[in-house]
């Protein structure tokens, strides 16, 4: 009796401590998915913001190029002004000035043509353009300045400055959508048009999603339902939506708990199957001896 209680005992124990360290092991395991989904919610905060602030860096970056394309464009408007003041200046003007203000053109490209359409002079031209296509290109830009009394022809176009401050803009709205908005992220992405049915730039999605519009506005609304889309104002592209999801890591953590407490309790109860069957064998050896106790006693020998 004392042999049976002693093991009931040791049973209990063993049970109480089996359940102690499944729920330490549960609930650290927990605490760490917790701490884990904290971080990967903080990345994507970060992430978010980034976009924010870039996309204001931009927009304000914008409005100073426009600033200084409006004083190239001026500068350019002047320039051809002067020419056509010296194709008709005003008797007894002295055009002293205005040649050396074209003399210190260093921006403006310009191409002057004789009546031959031969070419004369070419200023602030890259060595390697083709002047005919430019001067097309010029041609259709701004209308040429003809000298009547010489047959020479001026052509001109924006400034090279102003032109180089176009690609330097267009370079940085690219960089802002790839490294900002589309490498950076750890999560699931999907830019938009202002209208959000056309898709700009996508990363970790599946590209059938994005090709099938159905499919595309079934994620788009899934995304929205978990994440508030992100509206950015980008210069001459006008306004994007940029839509994301949570993280894979955090996608899987949040179904973490559930997983560990269907393999705890698929655990438990193969154990108490296993322990069912051995205490009923157990039981069945005991009432085997009990028989053969009980034989013996009446004299009665089994076989």
């Known amino acids: ?47 978010s913001e980034a976009i924010v602030q870039r996309a204001e860096l931009v927009g304000y970056t ?19 002004d002067a020419y056509r003041l010296i194709n008709d200046p005003p008797r007894g003007m002295d055009l002293t000035f205005i040649t050396d203000y074209l003399w210190s053109n260093k921006t403006i490209p310009v191409l002057i043509y004789d009546a031959n359409d031969e070419l004369l002079y070419q200023v602030n031209i ?11 290109v010029m041609s259709a830009a701004n209308a040429p300045i003809v000298f009547n009394n010489v047959g020479h022809t001026v052509y001109w176009d924006e400034s090279v400055r102003f032109s180089e401050l176009k690609d330097v803009m267009q370079d940085l709205i690219n960089s802002f959508i790839s490294e900002t908005v589309i490498n950076s992220a750890s999560v699931p992405v999907v830019m938009t048009d202002s209208k959000r049915t056309k898709v700009i730039r996508y990363q970790r999605v599946d590209s059938t999603a994005v090709a099938d519009p159905e499919i595309l506005q079934s994620l788009l609304a899934g995304m929205a339902g978990s994440n508030e889309p992100i509206e950015v104002d ?25 997983a560990q407490l269907i393999l705890i309790a698929v655990f438990t109860f193969v154990a108490y199957l296993i322990f069912s069957s051995f205490r009923r064998a157990e039981q069945d050896q005991v009432w085997v001896g009990m028989a053969k106790e009980t034989a013996h006693q009446l004299g009665t020998p089994l076989s």
């Open 126 to 136: 890259p060595e390697d353009a083709s002047l005919d296509s430019l001067k097309g």
């Open 62 to 80: 914008q409005q100073l190029f426009e600033e200084l394309g409006t004083e190239e464009r001026g500068k350019a408007d002047r320039l051809a």
């Open 234 to 258: 980008l210069p001459g592209e006008g306004r994007h939506y940029i839509y994301y999801a949570d993280s894979v890591i955090l996608t899987q953590l949040r179904y973490y708990p559930l």
């Open 1 to 47: 009796m004392n042999v049976y209680s002693n093991k009931q005992r040791w049973k209990r124990f063993l049970l109480a401590a089996a359940a102690v360290i499944v729920l330490a092991t549960l609930w650290y395991s927990n605490d760490i998915a917790q701490r884990i989904r904290a971080e990967e919610k903080t990345k994507v905060r970060l992430w």
